[in-house]
């Protein structure tokens, strides 16, 4: 049986993809809703995109394979970011011992340094919706979201060496210390495989100070209302939410039951179901005249240690928000 074992894991070759994007701004809009008729209602916001950070790490082509005379792997890795005021050194820029020329542009991870930060990145985006009042108890919505674009200046780029790395095992283990032929005690030997791992797996910085422009993550969001007859105060909801954004897209179904019990405030429960799993969420409106206050959250920490630490799943987020009105209150 462990002969059997040791045959599998050592002819295992294993294929992973890793990706990591972090797309961080503050907007300004503008918005306005317009009454069609009895039954039709559209609205539209313009907005500006203040742009303070950008990160896009993936790892592609990511291949491990585990035999019995040699281990090798093999990755093809892209990294952008552009934050204003960030300096990413390379290990020669840094003055680090440089082994061979291949390790004079590896990036530096200790030395990275943030100095001046600010807007890094300027946009534009609209949001457009419509709610159509199929019934007297029945409305149908649809929005699409973040319609637009964001460029980037400040563009850091690195990329790994494609290359495969191999290791075929230790070799001439010296006793002691470093003997004449050579040889290396196994302490060195496992520490220059560590190094050989880290700068295989580092990236080597391509280009610097360019300019970049990416289209932001849609959101495509249809719904329904529906009134309770028997409290009409009580509404149920359903929202579909697709969110079109490349390899980190996802869908989502939620339901929902909301009430507003007087006209300055409304409260609201609902449950989803979506790419990442289920999660259970809830929200408080308060929107008197002149202003709208809301806080909530879609994603619940069910579980947690005696000391507060979340456990099982770790994923949680809280919307907080201020609106100032204008016009008539209807």
Same mark, same amino acid.
């Given at each position: 049986l462990?002969?059997?074992?040791?045959? +599998?894991?050592?002819?295992s070759v294993?294929?992973l993809?890793l990706?990591?994007?972090s797309n961080?701004?503050?907007?300004i809009?503008?918005?306005?809703?317009?009454q069609?008729?009895?039954?039709?209602?559209?609205?539209?916001?313009?907005?500006?995109?203040l742009?303070?950070?950008?990160?896009?790490?993936?790892?592609?082509?990511?291949?491990?394979?585990m035999?019995?005379?040699k281990?090798?792997?093999?990755?093809?890795?892209?990294?952008?970011?552009?934050?204003?005021g960030?300096?990413i050194?390379?290990?020669e820029?840094?003055?680090k011992?440089?082994?061979?020329?291949?390790?004079?542009?590896l990036?530096?991870?200790?030395?990275?340094?943030?100095?001046?930060p600010?807007?890094?990145?300027?946009?534009?985006?609209?949001?457009?919706?419509?709610t159509?009042?199929?019934?007297?108890d029945?409305?149908?919505?649809?929005?699409?979201?973040?319609l637009?674009f964001?460029?980037?200046?400040?563009?850091?780029?690195?990329k790994?060496?494609?290359t495969p790395?191999e290791?075929?095992?230790f070799?001439?283990?010296?006793?002691g210390?470093?003997?004449?032929?050579?040889d290396?005690?196994?302490?060195d030997?496992?520490?220059?495989?560590?190094?050989?791992i880290?700068?295989?797996?580092s990236?080597?910085?391509?280009e610097?100070?360019?300019?970049?422009?990416?289209?932001?993550?849609a959101?495509?969001?249809?719904?329904?209302?529906?009134?309770?007859?028997?409290?009409?105060?009580?509404?149920?909801?359903?929202?579909?939410?697709?969110? +079109?954004?490349?390899?980190?897209?996802?869908?989502?179904?939620?339901i929902s039951a909301?009430?507003?019990?007087?006209?300055?405030?409304d409260?609201?429960?609902?449950y989803?179901i979506s790419?990442?799993?289920?999660?259970?969420?809830?929200?408080?409106n308060?929107?008197?005249?002149?202003?709208?206050?809301?806080?909530g959250m879609?994603?619940l920490m069910?579980?947690?240690?005696?000391?507060?630490?979340?456990?099982g799943?770790l994923?949680t987020n809280?919307?907080?928000g201020?609106n100032?009105?204008?016009?008539?209150? +209807?």
């Amino acid at each position: 049986l462990l002969r059997y074992l040791k045959k +599998i894991f050592y002819n295992s070759v294993a294929e992973l993809r890793l990706g990591i994007s972090s797309n961080n701004y503050a907007e300004i809009a503008l918005g306005h809703s317009r009454q069609i008729n009895d039954k039709l209602n559209v609205g539209g916001k313009l907005k500006f995109l203040l742009g303070v950070g950008n990160v896009n790490i993936k790892m592609t082509d990511m291949k491990v394979q585990m035999a019995e005379d040699k281990w090798m792997v093999q990755a093809n890795g892209e990294m952008n970011t552009s934050v204003k005021g960030l300096t990413i050194p390379t290990k020669e820029e840094s003055g680090k011992e440089i082994k061979n020329p291949s390790e004079r542009d590896l990036v530096d991870w200790d030395n990275i340094d943030l100095n001046s930060p600010g807007l890094s990145g300027f946009g534009m985006a609209v949001d457009l919706g419509a709610t159509y009042k199929l019934r007297e108890d029945l409305t149908l919505s649809a929005a699409i979201l973040d319609l637009g674009f964001i460029s980037w200046s400040n563009t850091i780029k690195a990329k790994t060496s494609n290359t495969p790395w191999e290791f075929n095992g230790f070799q001439n283990i010296a006793m002691g210390s470093d003997d004449a032929d050579g040889d290396k005690p196994l302490e060195d030997q496992l520490e220059d495989l560590g190094n050989d791992i880290e700068n295989y797996a580092s990236f080597h910085r391509t280009e610097t100070g360019s300019s970049s422009t990416r289209a932001l993550g849609a959101t495509l969001n249809i719904g329904a209302d529906y009134v309770f007859p028997l409290y009409d105060k009580l509404h149920f909801g359903f929202l579909s939410s697709t969110r +079109i954004n490349g390899k980190y897209s996802w869908s989502e179904g939620r339901i929902s039951a909301n009430v507003t019990p007087v006209k300055w405030f409304d409260a609201g429960v609902n449950y989803g179901i979506s790419s990442f799993g289920s999660s259970f969420g809830w929200i408080l409106n308060f929107h008197p005249c002149g202003f709208n206050f809301f806080v909530g959250m879609d994603h619940l920490m069910t579980k947690v240690t005696p000391q507060y630490i979340p456990v099982g799943k770790l994923n949680t987020n809280v919307s907080v928000g201020f609106n100032v009105t204008f016009g008539k209150k +209807i």
